[in-house]
């Protein structure tokens, strides 16, 4: 078997963490032996990728000095005494840990997984955008860097990325835990009050300046005196932040917007939807979107990265940061007849099981892993 490691950030709920547990579920495991490293903490990500049968490890490093070189030493023990073949990392700051504890620990073969489309955009941290800018000189030392999308690689090459290796691996949707619900359809309306026949768009991302929510907000309220029915969902990381809550209560919207939270139920929540958004600033493959076209849901989306590319056919795509367009986009799709509507969302599930299905995804990550695995008796050393 070969014996892999993915070292990630932390596996708190987002979309390359869900990504990687997804991947995992479908590993072959008469091939694979995975042992997933987080850096941080195990997080709610952690905890299904354990029930999966895969071994979790925890760090626990914390942002001051002493807690990352502890953190880096028992790394580095770990890679020497778990022998992987290959180690895959996933987010910048395990880019950068992986890379240096793999050479110290004597990992034949190292990878890194891009999971962001633009490393220099404004909404990211100062410390982040400058990591980038580092793994970029470090960028020929992996043996191959994987991107999800093909907008990722063209951004991180502009600011210097060149590795020996690019290869392309867009992320999988499992079209079977996402597919289209009516049941889930109505009993969501009747979980939140919602009239039964009500329009409701739904924005499922973790509250962040790139995920531009005060766009969609302002969309929101624009919509709403079109359409007074109209009912709004936000799902994801931090939607339940203060902010945000006032936010919405500045437009009016307090009784048409429902703050769900980070949800662990979101094939049903995705399934209930009318229209699913996403209002991003910078997107290198939309989780979200992908699963509400998986459910047959039409999506209207930023013209940003590949997104049209992504949605076309099976959607809109308007301009970043122009709540007007946005707005007529929704209403646009809810004005068309019903079976104009379903067919833009069935020709969104046919694309996503041509090409952007889980299966896919994991094939092509264990032809790669097949592909780059060094003989396993040399890598044990024997």
Aim: net charge neutral; with cysteine; charged share 20%.
């Amino acid at each position: 078997m070969i014996r892999l490691a993915f070292v990630i950030t932390g596996l708190q709920v987002g979309g390359a963490e869900l990504v990687l547990a997804s991947l995992l579920s479908r590993l072959d495991r008469s091939k694979f032996d995975p042992l997933v490293i987080s850096l941080t903490e195990s997080g709610p990500i952690g905890a299904e990728i354990s029930r999966g049968g895969t071994r979790v490890l925890a760090l626990g490093m914390r942002r001051d000095l002493i807690s990352v070189v502890s953190g880096m030493r028992r790394l580095v023990g770990l890679l020497r005494k778990e022998k992987p073949q290959i180690l895959l990392t996933w987010l910048y700051h395990a880019d950068l840990a992986g890379l240096v504890a793999s050479r110290i620990a004597g990992v034949p073969r190292i990878g890194w997984n891009l999971h962001c489309s633009r490393p220099m955009a404004a909404e990211l941290r100062f410390s982040t955008r400058l990591l980038a800018r580092l793994l970029a000189k470090l960028s020929p030392l992996p043996d191959f860097v994987v991107t999800v999308s093909k907008a990722s690689r063209i951004e991180h090459e502009k600011i210097g990325y060149h590795p020996r290796k690019w290869l392309l691996i867009p992320n999988g949707i499992d079209t079977a835990l996402f597919q289209p619900d009516a049941e889930a359809r109505q009993a969501l309306r009747a979980n939140l009050g919602i009239p039964a026949a009500a329009p409701v768009v739904g924005l499922f991302a973790r509250y962040n300046p790139i995920k531009d929510h005060a766009t969609f907000l302002d969309a929101a309220r624009i919509a709403h005196e079109s359409r007074p029915d109209l009912h709004f969902l936000l799902a994801g990381q931090g939607v339940d932040d203060p902010g945000l809550a006032c936010l919405i209560g500045k437009r009016g919207l307090k009784e048409c917007v429902h703050i769900l939270g980070e949800r662990r139920d979101m094939p049903r929540l995705t399934a209930a939807l009318d229209i699913a958004v996403s209002a991003s600033r910078s997107e290198a493959f939309s989780l979200a979107i992908g699963e509400a076209m998986a459910c047959g849901v039409p999506c209207t989306v930023t013209d940003v990265d590949e997104l049209p590319i992504l949605v076309a056919g099976a959607g809109m795509a308007v301009p970043p940061g122009q709540p007007d367009a946005m707005a007529a986009a929704w209403l646009e799709i809810l004005a068309m007849p019903d079976e104009a509507r379903q067919a833009m969302g069935l020709l969104g599930r046919e694309k996503i099981i041509a090409d952007y299905s889980l299966t896919s995804m994991a094939a092509r990550y264990e032809a790669l892993f097949t592909e780059n695995a060094p003989d396993s008796t040399a890598a044990d050393g024997r």
